[in-house]
């Protein structure tokens, strides 16, 4: 079993910026593509961004590329976004996760890809 627990969400003003980090327990965290995923009041959880297990391969949902970064350390067993130029409608709770199941070169920006989640952690862009 997996545990993923996400932490560095708080409030920022339009325009700055937050690192989010997500550290993993258990289970071989290195060989698994993970992502980051975001929900917004209302609204279906959404993907954000992904990276293989290797850390080579991204990919990220068009409205963030070019302000988020997704990056790994796996002798950390953690996974990062860099949160940069943040606008309002960033506003959400946001979930990494992990996927055990499939080759750990496999990115997904699915929901049921994944099946290890964190708790969440909030990130609210005031305008």
């Known amino acids: 079993q997996v545990q993923l627990v996400e932490s560095g969400g708080g409030l920022v003003q339009a325009g700055g910026s937050l690192r989010l980090s997500c550290t993993a327990s258990?289970?071989?965290?290195?060989?698994?593509?993970v992502a980051w995923f975001r929900q917004a009041p209302g609204k279906e959880r959404e993907f954000v961004a992904a990276k293989d297990w290797s850390g080579i391969r991204t990919w990220y949902r068009g409205s963030v590329e070019g302000r988020f970064t997704i990056s790994r350390d796996n002798t950390k067993n953690t996974v990062y976004l860099q949160m940069n130029s943040l606008k309002p409608e960033d506003t959400a709770v946001y979930y990494c996760?992990?996927?055990?199941?499939?080759?750990?070169?496999?990115?997904?920006?699915?929901?049921?890809?994944?099946?290890?989640w964190g708790q969440g952690t909030q990130v609210t862009v005031s305008s």
């Open positions: 996760a992990a996927d055990s199941t499939r080759n750990g070169d496999i990115l997904s920006d699915k929901n049921d890809a994944y099946d290890y």
């Open positions: 258990g289970g071989t965290f290195s060989n698994y593509p």
